[in-house]
């Protein structure tokens, strides 16, 4: 393609008229999360510009795609950068890591598990209390209201509580549905499981906000890349994840990679996190979690399992730091979101909530 530099919009010029303020590499390597570069078909342009005057945003066409197999960077008619376009392809030019890895120590540990070494409680009302007290099973109110939900007007739900977040799209009676999810103790004890079940887990509060999943973007935090047992987490994430999202045809459309995390302890739990976007088709269809009317039945959907593996009871109640991940099927799972899909556009249910940290309790 060939870019002119000097058609990129830039928020500061040069007092004395004299041109961009930023130099060529400047402008080449600028990093800036506000811009997007789009490829539109020629003699289509009106009708992108229409939508850019709808929303009030700022757009400029920078270039051409050609056919000499070239990036070409110009400057005023002069040309300032170029490099085969191969080059910076995976496959082609751009590097690819091949790095060591080999399976933790640790997970031996985890096989020693036995849930029979578990004694049962005596005194639920106790347990119950620690656990809603637990930081990620306790209240967020606290925090979500202090933002206020009706900036912009475009909170579909207002505050509703819904297991993804819906903003409305103006203008279409549709919303977008959103979550963020990863249990990085899951991960932790089987990073291939523990992946696969952190996109399911998006997926499963997407369709139970009445929404279907359309796509995903991560951001995949882990420790020292050349740490041979923290590369085995990374790989095998990656496979789990790439593995669900294409079971449930939602692509990642992008995110980022958050290597050394870690200090003296050591690094910190494998957390692959998955943003994952949903659309509402009807507003109307769409569904909160809490109870509505007295009398109303209460449905478990699944087998439930004697599995209190990478528990937040387990872990923080009963002090046990070693046990596997909890049981997941992706073919179950894909088979019951559907179902509930279903449910929730018959108008058949009330509400709709998953089952995750904390368990049904």
């Known amino acids: 393609m060939r870019i002119d530099l000097d058609k990129v919009p830039m928020r500061h010029k040069n007092t004395d008229g004299g041109g961009p303020s930023m130099k060529t590499w ?25 939508i850019f005057d709808k929303w009030d945003l700022e757009r400029a066409v920078i270039g051409e795609v050609t056919d000499d197999a070239l990036l070409s960077f110009y400057l005023h008619g002069t040309l300032e950068a170029q490099i085969p376009a191969y080059e910076l392809v995976l ?50 109110r606290w925090i979500y209201h202090q933002y206020d ?23 279409t009676g549709k919303g977008l549905a959103i979550t963020v999810d990863c249990n990085s103790r899951y991960v932790y004890a089987d990073p291939y499981k523990g992946a696969m079940i952190a996109v399911a887990e ?17 951001c995949l935090n882990f420790g020292n890349p050349f740490d041979p047992e923290v590369y085995y987490q990374f790989v095998n994430a990656v496979k789990g994840m790439g593995e669900a999202c294409q079971k449930f045809g939602t692509p ?3 995110g980022n990679v958050s290597f050394y995390n870690q200090g003296p302890d050591g690094p910190v739990y494998p957390t692959p996190t998955i943003g994952m976007v949903g659309l509402v088709e009807n507003l109307n269809k769409k569904m909160t979690l809490d109870f509505k009317n007295a009398g109303d039945i209460i449905y478990l959907l699944g087998d439930a399992k004697n599995d209190i593996c990478s528990s937040e009871y387990l872990h923080k109640i009963c002090g046990v730091n ?7 099927d992706l073919e179950e799972e894909y088979i019951l979101q559907p179902k509930v899909s279903a449910l929730i556009q018959q108008g058949i249910i009330e509400s709709a909530h998953d089952v995750s940290e904390g368990g049904l309790l």
Request: charged residues 25%; contains cysteine; proline residues 7%.
């Open 26 to 50: 400047e402008l080449l390597l600028s990093e800036s999360q506000e811009r997007m570069l789009l490829v539109i078909k020629k003699g289509r342009e009106n009708e992108v510009e229409k």
């Open 91 to 140: 496959g082609g030019g751009a590097p690819q890591y091949e790095r060591d890895f080999k399976k933790p120590s640790y997970l031996t540990e985890i096989q020693k598990f036995d849930i029979d070494n578990i004694p049962e409680p005596g005194d639920l009302k106790t347990v119950a209390e620690k656990l809603i007290q637990l930081p990620s099973i306790a209240s967020k």
């Open 149 to 171: 939900s009706m900036v912009g007007t475009v909170n579909a739900s207002t505050n509703e509580p819904s297991d993804a977040a819906i903003v409305l799209v103006k203008e």
């Open 202 to 218: 998006a997926a499963r509060n997407i369709v139970c906000s009445g929404a279907i999943p359309l796509g995903v973007t991560n």
């Open 252 to 254: 990642v459309t992008g």
């Open 322 to 328: 070693y046990s596997p991940a909890p049981h997941f």
